[in-house]
């Protein structure tokens, strides 16, 4: 089963979540051997969700913190309340716009445990890191904090968003270092590529040899858009 999450960032209002939820529920029934997943904003998540649950709801991100007075923070406990089946840790964007790093992250690698959600750890080097040869280095500090339940997501930084994705062999090529790193750790992690993923360059991506889904950003907020990729993975 191939896993593949929407990551809708802070993007839709609730009339567009309820349109998007209708004409999926549609697409998804041509879906197979996919598990799917719609990482929707804090405040729609309810609305998100597939009252016959053939998707997940996923978090895009939850506190370190377990509760208390953390204003705005939204815990991985309220998240599996909310029936949140799993949550991403550590999105670029998070590191890079709010300064996460290996110490917050970890912990909330054990927040999410703590819920039993099942994590998303991202990791992913910049275009400079890549340019400079730091690329393994980089994955290897970001992965250091694994602790062997969930999913990595490879996103590197600047395929996001660009419209430049990795090429089948530069993802293979990541991904295969990604999971040689996590061999001693765990039994093989699903490694998901995300990055400019659109329903043209799927099926390539598909082929890698470590490919085991998909994390979309931009693609995913069209519910068409969305399926395509979402079958090109079954
Ligand atoms: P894009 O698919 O828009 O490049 O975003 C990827 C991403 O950040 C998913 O988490």
Excluded at 154 to 175: D, F, K, L, S
Aim: proline share 5%.
């Amino acid at each position: 089963m191939k896993l593949v999450i929407a990551n809708w960032k802070m993007n839709k209002t609730l009339p567009e979540v309820r349109a998007f939820v209708e004409t999926f529920s549609r697409e998804i029934e041509s879906v197979k051997n996919v598990t799917v997943g719609i990482a929707a904003p804090f405040p729609f998540l309810a609305a998100a969700r597939d009252p016959q649950e053939r998707w997940w709801v996923v978090g895009q991100d939850c506190s370190a913190e377990k509760s208390g007075a953390f204003t705005g923070e939204v815990s991985a406990d309220m998240l599996a309340s909310e029936r949140c089946r799993a949550v991403l840790i550590g999105h670029s964007e998070r590191r890079r716009h709010f300064g996460e790093g290996e110490e917050i992250l970890a912990k909330k690698l054990t927040r999410a445990a703590e819920a039993l959600l099942q994590p998303v750890l991202c990791v992913g080097e910049t275009l400079a890191e890549r340019e400079a040869g730091k690329t393994e280095a980089v994955l290897r500090r970001q992965l250091s904090i694994f602790s062997g339940a969930g999913a990595v997501a490879y996103e590197p930084v600047w395929a996001i968003g660009t419209g430049r994705n990795a090429t089948p062999e530069e993802a293979e090529e990541t991904m295969a270092f990604i999971a040689r790193e996590l061999s001693g750790k765990l039994d093989a992690p699903p490694i998901l590529y995300g990055g400019s993923v659109t329903p043209d360059n799927a099926a390539g991506l598909v082929r890698c040899r470590s490919f085991a889904g998909f994390l979309v950003g931009g693609a995913s907020l069209d519910p068409h858009t969305f399926s395509a990729i979402c079958r090109s993975a079954g």
